[in-house]
T-cell receptor, first 111, second 115 residues
Framework: GQNIDQPTEMTATEGAIVQINCTYQ??????LFWYQQHAGEAPTFLSY????GLEEKGRFSSFLSRSKGYSYLLLKELQMKDSASYLC????????????FGKGTTLSVSS | EAGVAQSPRYKIIEKRQSVAFWCNPI?????LYWYQQILGQGPKLLIQ????????DSQLPKDRFSAERLKGVDSTLKIQPAKLEDSAVYLC?????????????FGDGTRLSIL
């Protein structure tokens, strides 16, 4: 079966670093995506990993280990506007190019 | 570039009524997806189109849900009759093609409430 797990909620303070973990079990693997979703808004694309290792993009980095079925999203220099839900999603071969999403991690950043 | 457009933004209906949602993808995007997002959950795929053909509708409750993309551009999703459990946000997304590294771009969604 398909299963994607991530923590439900996390809290952090402005300027800090936070790591959001995601573990997955899917039939086939064709890449892992991270999306950010503010309340009442559309998910917006953050990162894509298909090979093992770290992808860095500004304040955000994403890591993938395919052998462990594990990824994390690292957010540095947190800002209040980073308060949002972060969705981990896997593209599995059997799903075509559709994404299988986790339930999302709600991050609250306080001053 | 203009993003994915969806309408209406909100819809409230009573159970057993019908409802339709509309989506206009980003220009040139061949692949279109409809997802259902229940409160507190991640989006779940309902149907995927490649141009005007269906790629995957395995999770679409076909006894009450239907979708079409007749000319390979915009798409409509219909629910008839609606049930209380259909209360959710319906998200449309599009991507350039069927390559795995193409990110999907989402619309703001239609928030459906069933009374």
């Amino acid at each position: 079966g398909q299963n994607i797990d991530q923590p439900t909620e996390m809290t952090a303070t402005e300027g800090a670093i936070v790591q959001i973990n995601c573990t997955y079990q899917t039939s086939g693997f064709n890449g892992l995506f991270w999306y950010q979703q503010h309340a009442g808004e559309a998910p917006t694309f953050l990162s894509y990993n298909v090979l093992d290792g770290l992808e860095e993009k500004g304040r955000f980095s994403s890591f993938l280990s395919r052998s462990k079925g594990y990824s994390y999203l690292l957010l540095k220099e947190l800002q209040m506007k980073d308060s949002a839900s972060y969705l981990c999603a896997v593209m599995a071969h059997q799903a075509g190019t559709a994404l299988i999403f986790g339930k999302g991690t709600t991050l609250s950043v306080s001053s | 570039e203009a993003g994915v457009a969806q309408s209406p933004r909100y819809k409230i209906i009573e159970k057993r009524q019908s409802v339709a949602f509309w989506c206009n993808p980003i220009s040139g995007h061949a692949t279109l997806y409809w997802y259902q997002q229940i409160l507190g959950q991640g989006p779940k795929l309902l149907i995927q189109f490649q141009n005007n053909g269906v790629v995957d509708d395995s999770q679409l409750p076909k006894d009450r849900f239907s979708a079409e993309r007749l000319k390979g551009v915009d798409s409509t999703l219909k629910i008839q009759p609606a049930k209380l459990e259909d209360s959710a946000v319906y998200l449309c997304a599009s991507s350039l093609g069927d390559s795995s590294n193409q990110p999907q771009h989402f619309g703001d969604g239609t928030r459906l409430s069933i009374l």
